[in-house]
């Protein structure tokens, strides 16, 4: 009708990439043209008509109209076919195009924009093994989350049949952490929801696996080497969540070699931080060690940050906590530099746990309490998300158990016992009976030895009066 608005394509100007805006929404068609919306009902030149009507979930069909010029329908025709099919409506999301290549902006500007689309984010917790953000275009499955390392010795043998193979307990191991929500990042959150999808559409490994193996030989026989290397690192990926850790370390070297042989330098930072997760977790200490140095050399700030803390942790767990001290210090000062306040507050609490095995418990109280309070800022910066409550439920447990501790053996027994009764309390809360039964005996060892001194000198006097009884 007269009255129906017609958006017109021009075909004259053609353009790589165009934004159509219909009602308010814009909707993505490659290698067309601007549009321009008039009303008319006769067409001034060749164009394409979309009208009110045909908006709904899905681009419409595109097609050209008739034309007198007969070399300007040729023209058409042949576009048609490559340039103007019908773009499917994206399911996660629209990415969109970077071209370094011809741009008038700066490369190297460029770089740094892609770069900022790989930034790290860092949760709370302590003692926790860090890995950095697999770049972007990787569409690897998504990673379990890190278990804090345990600090203390456990007294069970790791060889155990109710640990894992590599010694380490893989009912814990699986069962997790709640799944972190999406990142703040569009890109990212784009990638997540695909992952995500991906994860429920395939639950068994070995198929997984199976699928990745046929890929990278395919990879390897075209010449592929960018194809082959990311799917020898999904296969690592499949075999850490399945807390597989040698299998995953043979598929990181095999990804490595890949690296170095492609002088993928990003690509290679990220073997070296999964070889040192993997081979720490199996107590491989010395080989973690020199795989975090390698990771150290190749990395920027956030990777230098990461790989000093693994070291201090590494060192931790071998008992040399004036090693860890340095590599954590380190550590905060990369994060200070970054301006990361997530990683400032993890990185203090290691700092904390390697001064108080050192003997240092003033600077151990002075950081856990830096990281109790850097905590709950995060937890409000981050909303009141299931995952945020859990996450700072978590860490005050932890932290305030371990401020009791430091306490108890300064003397503090006061101090010691509200900590240990605020970590009882969020244990119970959370239904995590194991924590709660040794909050609560540090407790009473806390409050017992508080008034331990004040019951001896009762003693010793109620001893004294009856000797004078008895005297006189």
Request: proline share 4%.
């Amino acid at each position: 009708t007269a009255s129906t608005e017609i958006y017109t394509l021009s075909l004259h100007d053609a353009r790589p990439i165009s934004d159509i805006w219909v009602q308010g929404r814009r909707l993505r068609v490659g290698s067309l043209v601007s549009a321009t919306p008039r009303r008319s009902t006769a067409p001034r030149r060749p164009s394409v008509g979309v009208t009110q009507a045909a908006m709904s979930g899905t681009l419409p069909e595109l097609s050209a109209s008739r034309s007198q010029d007969k070399s300007m329908k040729s023209k058409l025709s042949s576009a048609s076919s490559s340039r103007f099919q019908p773009t499917s409506q994206a399911r996660f999301g629209y990415v969109g195009h970077l071209v370094l290549g011809g741009s008038q902006e700066d490369p190297g500007d460029a770089l740094r924009n892609i770069t900022a689309l790989d930034a790290p984010s860092f949760l709370p917790n302590v003692m926790t093994l860090q890995r950095p953000s697999t770049p972007w275009q990787y569409n690897t499955p998504v990673r379990r989350l890190e278990e804090a390392v345990p600090t203390e010795p456990s007294g069970e043998d790791p060889d155990s049949p109710k640990n894992g193979k590599n010694g380490m307990s893989a009912s814990a191991s699986k069962k997790g952490l709640p799944s972190a929500p999406l990142p703040a990042n569009y890109v990212r959150r784009i990638r997540r929801k695909a992952q995500n999808s991906r994860g429920t559409e395939t639950t068994d490994y070995r198929q997984q696996l199976a699928d990745l193996k046929l890929l990278a030989d395919s990879a390897s026989r075209s010449g592929n080497v960018y194809q082959a290397l990311q799917a020898y690192h999904k296969m690592g990926v499949v075999y850490d969540n399945q807390c597989m850790y040698t299998e995953a370390i043979q598929k990181y070297k095999q990804f490595l070699a890949l690296c170095i042989t492609s002088k993928n330098t990003q690509g290679e930072a990220l073997a070296y931080n999964c070889l040192g997760v993997d081979c720490f977790k199996t107590k491989q200490y010395d080989e973690a060690i020199q795989y975090f140095n390698k990771h150290l050399e190749l990395s920027d700030s956030a990777g230098r940050l990461i790989a000093h803390t693994n070291l201090g942790i590494v060192f931790q767990a071998m008992s040399l906590p004036e090693h860890a001290a340095i590599h954590h210090q380190h550590a905060i000062e990369y994060a200070n530099r970054m301006g990361a306040k997530d990683a400032q507050c993890f990185t203090v609490g290691n700092l904390g746990i390697a001064s108080a095995a050192q003997g240092d418990l003033q600077t151990s109280r002075i950081c856990l309490q830096y990281h109790l309070s850097a905590a709950q800022r995060q937890k409000q910066a981050a909303g009141d998300s299931k995952f945020a409550h859990q996450t700072l439920k978590e860490v005050s447990k932890t932290a305030n158990h371990r401020l009791g501790q430091v306490n108890a053996t300064d003397g503090r027994f006061d101090e010691a016992a509200d900590h240990f009764a605020k970590a009882m309390e969020v244990a119970k809360s959370k239904g995590d009976q194991g924590d709660e039964e040794v909050s609560s005996s540090m407790l009473g060892i806390a409050r017992g030895l508080l008034n331990f001194d004040e019951h001896i000198g009762q003693l010793v006097k109620g001893a004294s009066a009856a000797q004078l009884d008895l005297s006189s």
